[in-house]
């Protein structure tokens, strides 16, 4: 297609094939924003890191095309006389991430006033990258206010389109929220609204199709990567029909698509169960699997029964120890995860959520290992193949210009990106350069004022040092 302000440099595109394999060619087109606030700082740092990376690892046969493309602060002052409220994010920025697949970016500014509310937000509906791709791990080294860091490595995949985070909310007072309560206690017969006269109301959408497209790219990722588990987050004892139908159909679907790979957490106890002891009579299973099993009613005991008497059609494939070897599907309540991933970390591993518990636990876990300047994160359809990959915190205007904060998101989403592209060598290039730097103590102000004897460095000076020590 044809660009009125965009330049497209000579490159080719990333496809995606019709089995669902991504095709990366040697010169790939790749979309970037800069970023406001201190994005240019930033991305000026990482683009230099990508760029010699990928020349050290292929001796110049690979090489990114990059085309900037505009979303925030830049096109509203470059165009907002000609375009209004559009300017944040032109249709041509969607176009172009749209028409070469894979794309990066920096910290954006969310507008203030009508229009759209957030940005990123925004590039991830349009798009429809329904999975917020979030890995936290501790680099040897960075400051944590945790005993232990070196515990965290947990891969964590949020739902991205549904939940609150879908928008769909009223404010009081307005006709339309007048119109939902009013809706939800004459027709519906609600009686829960304690204060309806001054209620805000917003609407919580979980699919059956949104659960499981996530789960399923949970899981792949987990095989892929040989994880151990992948722990479904939810608050299902609290809101049944929304989180708790979450948690049933991601069960639902490990089963089904992936029989022979996974087992889920209660089939493991049962199934050991039995194999400590092949005499164990279902019930006997049922009472060690649910310690309240006697104070059940008959219906509820039958149903664990025919629970246990399903997983022991698993004997075949997956007793006599043969479930260990096995990825672990497990569930655990939000509030409890949100303190165990402190006391448990090594009990974690790929976790799959709904948007807000994502929200919540991503940057919980990277204060752990240094806090959300270091944290990086994408956004993906598994399906299409389309992804961007973005900075995770925000654009700290006051230190936009000063050449002073830390790059290290942009450049680790950059890894993501390299590795999701294929090119392995790179992204492994620059992880083992940002553990050899922050381990001699060349860090940006945001460590160096918590480490003892370290050197502080700029922005751009710690992207020096991290090309430096590239081996």
Same mark, same amino acid.
């Given at each position: ?6 330049? =497209? ?5 990333? #496809? ?21 606030? #201190? ?21 110049? #046969?690979?090489?990114?095309?990059? !085309? ?13 006389? #000609? !375009? ?113 006269? @001054? ?15 996530? =789960? ?10 040989? &994880?151990?588990?992948?722990? %479904? ?23 089904? /698509? ?7 957490? &209660? ?28 104070? !059940? *009613? ?10 246990? /008497? ?27 995860? %949100? ?52 900075? @995770?915190?925000? @654009? ?28 392995? /060598? ?10 050899? *730097? ?11 004022? !918590? ?21």
């Amino acid at each position: 297609m044809g660009y009125s302000y965009l330049t =497209v440099p000579h490159g080719e595109k990333i #496809t995606m094939g019709a089995n669902g394999k991504l095709y990366v060619p040697n010169n790939p087109v790749i979309p970037f924003i800069e970023g406001d606030g #201190t994005g240019k700082d930033i991305w000026k740092a990482s683009v230099r890191v990508f760029d010699a990376a990928i020349e050290k690892c292929y001796g110049g #046969t690979r090489k990114i095309s990059w !085309m900037e493309v505009y979303a925030g602060e830049k096109p509203f002052n470059m165009f907002r006389d #000609t !375009m209004g409220d559009q300017a944040w994010l032109p249709d041509e920025t969607v176009e172009a991430f749209k028409e070469f697949r894979v794309g990066i970016k920096g910290p954006l500014t969310t507008p203030i006033g009508g229009g759209i509310r957030s940005l990123n937000v925004a590039l991830r509906h349009l798009l429809d990258l329904y999975v917020c791709l979030r890995p936290v791990r501790w680099f040897q080294g960075v400051p944590s206010p945790v005993k232990k860091p070196e515990d965290v490595d947990m891969v964590i995949f949020r739902e991205n389109c549904e939940d609150i985070y879908a928008g769909i909310e009223w404010m009081q007072g307005t006709d339309e929220c007048n119109r939902v309560i009013s809706f939800l206690i004459k027709e519906l017969g609600v009686d829960k609204i304690r204060f309806p006269e @001054t209620s805000s109301i917003g609407i919580k959408p979980i699919s059956k199709e949104g659960s499981e497209r996530l =789960v399923r790219a949970a899981i792949e990722y987990a095989l892929k990567h040989k &994880r151990k588990s992948v722990t %479904l987050v939810h608050k299902g004892n609290i809101m049944k029909f929304t989180e708790g139908a979450f948690k049933d159909w991601s069960y639902d679907l490990a089963r089904s /698509e992936f029989r022979e790979q996974v087992v889920c957490e &209660r089939e493991s106890w049962i199934i050991d169960n039995k194999d400590r002891n092949d005499s164990l009579t279902v019930e006997a299973n049922a009472r060690k699997i649910d310690p309240g099993f006697d104070m !059940m *009613t008959p219906q509820q005991k039958a149903d664990i029964c025919a629970e246990v /008497e399903e997983a022991l059609k698993l004997m075949p494939s997956h007793g006599r120890g043969q479930w260990k070897k096995l990825l672990l599907i497990r569930d655990t309540i939000a509030d409890i995860t %949100l303190q165990q991933v402190l006391t448990r970390a090594k009990e974690f591993d790929v976790l799959a959520c709904m948007n807000l518990e994502g929200d919540f636990l991503s940057d919980a876990l990277a204060a752990q290992v240094g806090g959300i300047g270091i944290a990086p994160g994408a956004n993906i359809n598994y399906v299409t193949g389309h992804a961007i990959f973005e900075a @995770t915190h925000g @654009t700290a205007p006051k230190y936009a210009n000063l050449d002073k904060v830390n790059p290290g998101s942009v450049i680790l989403s950059g890894v993501m990106m390299l590795e999701y592209m294929g090119w392995q /060598e790179a992204a492994d290039m620059i992880v083992r350069s940002i553990d050899r *730097t922050i381990g001699q103590k060349r860090v940006t102000y945001d460590f160096e004022r !918590m480490m003892q004897g370290a050197v502080l460095l700029s922005c751009s000076g710690f992207a020096d040092a991290l090309i430096e020590n590239m081996k």
